[in-house]
């Protein structure tokens, strides 16, 4: 065989092994991505009602006859609660589309009915369905506190004597959780410290708080909001931990770890902050340090969870308000 003939010869397998990898490219069709766009099933949703309680869920369903942008508002009819779910496919399924009874924001969605209404982008066009709420979400976690009786006995509390001083459970029916939160303010202008409240492990029974071994997979949460205008207040949590297990916390030789949330970066709304147990740090002054225990992070010894309230004292009265402490495992918590 001459070069001529070799080289035809591997232009032509060239060819032919460049069109079967087209023809078996995984990558999308061409009439998936510049096809006549045309809605091939209608809207719908995968039930009627739904008892978001028990741990139901809700998904929706819908086909077109090429990929598009979508988006499905989910907006309660007695609340300004809302939740949307965007995607790009050319199906819209339980694999994409799961409503587990979350908000996008504040304020969560209790019972009633709600408007469900899906938006393609390619088209503009909107399709709506109903769908009523028997039963609303409840958080899935290990509840520290959601002041919805007040002030557990069992918790330790205490407040300056100063000027305009609250650290008290209010009640305006409608907040994240429940009807009830803690509104933390006052005016000390002799100290940092405003107030505080330490939730001892001994408060939530034989097992404590009950938490696992893993600090990777474990959030602390917490929903907070500021009053408008006011950025000077500090909400410090400490962790603290009985590494050897004798029924007290030893500051000088066991592990105290902490998150500092402070009121500049608070917002007038209610906003759910979480931390994974493994980001806390052990703290002097706001300053990272080093830890005076093992220095490692376990959850399952924590002994007492304290918030402090505070405020640099030449900075005037000061005022946040707190609701729906818990851990969460797997993921932070959702509204």
């Not at 091939?40 to 309680?53: K, P, R, T, Y």
């Not at 990929?67 to 339980?94: L, N, P, Q, Y």
């Amino acid at each position: 065989m001459n070069i001529r003939k070799i080289i035809t010869f591997a232009l032509v397998l060239f060819a032919f092994t460049s069109c079967e990898r087209e023809e078996n490219s995984e990558g999308p069709n061409l009439d998936d991505l510049f096809g006549e766009f045309k809605v091939l099933d209608n809207f719908e949703v995968s039930a009627a009602s739904v008892d978001f309680s028990t741990g139901e869920q809700v998904f929706f369903t819908s086909r077109f006859s090429t990929i598009s942008a979508w988006e499905i508002t989910i907006e309660s009819t007695t609340s300004d609660a809302k939740k949307v779910i965007e995607g790009r496919s050319k199906v819209i399924d339980a694999s994409n589309s799961i409503w587990d009874g979350s908000a996008s924001d504040f304020p969560s969605f209790g019972t009633g009915l709600c408007t469900v209404t899906l938006l393609v982008l390619e088209d503009s066009s909107k399709q709506s369905k109903d769908v009523t709420v028997t039963g609303a979400r409840v958080p899935n976690g290990i509840v520290v506190a959601n002041f919805e009786n007040g002030i557990n006995p069992d918790w330790t509390l205490f407040k300056q004597a100063g000027a305009n001083m609250s650290f008290v459970t209010r009640d305006t029916g409608v907040v994240p959780e429940g009807s009830k939160y803690l509104d933390m303010g006052g005016e000390v202008d002799w100290d940092w410290l405003i107030g505080l409240i330490d939730f001892p492990a001994t408060a939530y029974g034989v097992n404590g708080f009950g938490l696992n071994s893993n600090p990777t997979d474990l959030y602390f949460n917490l929903i907070l909001r500021k009053k408008p205008g006011l950025t000077n207040g500090i909400i410090l949590f400490q962790f603290k931990e009985d590494e050897n297990e004798d029924g007290t916390f030893t500051e000088s030789s066991e592990d105290m770890y902490s998150v500092e949330v402070k009121g500049k970066d608070l917002t007038d709304d209610w906003s759910v902050y979480s931390i994974k147990y493994t980001d806390l740090k052990a703290l002097v002054n706001g300053a990272p340090s080093t830890p005076n225990g093992n220095g490692q992070h376990n959850p399952d010894m924590l002994h007492t969870l304290s918030c402090l309230f505070l405020a640099d004292p030449s900075s005037g009265y000061s005022q946040a308000d707190m609701d729906l402490l818990i851990f969460t495992e797997g993921e932070a918590l959702k509204l």
